[in-house]
């Protein structure tokens, strides 16, 4: 079992930036793949960005490609999704999940997930 806390999000003026961090519990977190997602009212779960157990493959939705780094500290347990040049578009509840396998998280079907960080970026 693994459980999963977001935290980091807010209130933030559109160009500005925030860290997202993901704390997981369980003595594997290493051997998982993670991945961000978020989902606005009214539509479904988005892909963000994953990155595989070792951080040396990362993926990013073409939306926020260039702007948002996804990046993990094993020792620590965390995983991060750094956000700059933030977009009003980029309003949604953050979500972070956890998967064996990189095509399940990738496909929103991983095996765990957090219960959400709201960012909030204003125009």
């Known amino acids: 079992q693994v459980q999963l806390v977001e935290s980091g999000g807010g209130l933030v003026q559109a160009g500005g930036s925030l860290r997202l961090s993901c704390a997981a519990s369980g003595r594997t977190f290493g051997s998982y793949v993670m991945g961000w997602f978020r989902q606005t009212p009214g539509k479904g779960r988005e892909f963000v960005a994953a990155?595989?157990?070792?951080?040396?493959?990362?993926y990013y939705a073409d939306s926020v490609s260039g702007r948002f780094t996804i990046s993990r500290d094993n020792a620590k347990n965390t995983v991060y999704l750094q956000m700059n040049s933030l977009k009003p578009e980029d309003t949604a509840v953050y979500y972070c999940?956890?998967?064996?396998?990189?095509?399940?998280?990738?496909?929103?079907?991983?095996?765990?997930w957090g219960q959400g960080t709201q960012v909030t970026v204003s125009s």
């Open positions: 990155l595989n157990w070792s951080g040396s493959s990362t």
């Open positions: 999940a956890a998967g064996r396998l990189l095509l399940r998280v990738r496909a929103g079907t991983g095996d765990y």
